[in-house]
């Protein structure tokens, strides 16, 4: 049974940071693209940042430079770096894939002062 598990979040100040884990029961987990979404209230879920196998990362317009996406797939296991977090950034952020449409249950994040 695949499970995806998000913690991390919570309320930071803007301009403050956030890591956010994802941990992953997949079997051959290396072998999938792994990515982060969001969704803020009254907002469409959005794509923020996706990893390969290989490690190549891609990022959403609004979070690059700011947000980095990593992987240890020793730990089977998916990261996402928050830094310079804004108020806009605020939203249920999802972990997603593995070898079908798999997600996470979803980790709030607030920036607010």
């Known amino acids: 049974q695949v499970q995806l598990v998000e913690s991390g979040g919570g309320l930071v100040q803007p301009g403050g940071s956030l890591r956010l884990t994802c941990a992953a029961s997949?079997?051959?987990?290396?072998?999938?693209?792994m990515a982060w979404h969001r969704q803020a209230p009254g907002k469409q879920r959005e794509l923020v940042a996706r990893?390969?196998?290989?490690?190549?990362?891609n990022y959403s317009q609004s979070v690059k430079g700011r947000f980095t996406i990593s992987r240890d797939n020793a730990k089977k296991t998916v990261y996402l770096q928050m830094n310079s977090l804004k108020p806009e950034d605020t939203a249920v952020y999802y972990c997603?894939?593995?070898?079908?449409?798999?997600w996470g249950q979803g980790t709030q994040v607030t920036v607010s002062s």
């Open positions: 997603q894939g593995g070898p079908g449409d798999y």
């Open positions: 997949i079997r051959l987990f290396d072998n999938y693209v």
């Open positions: 990893i390969t196998p290989g490690g190549t990362t």
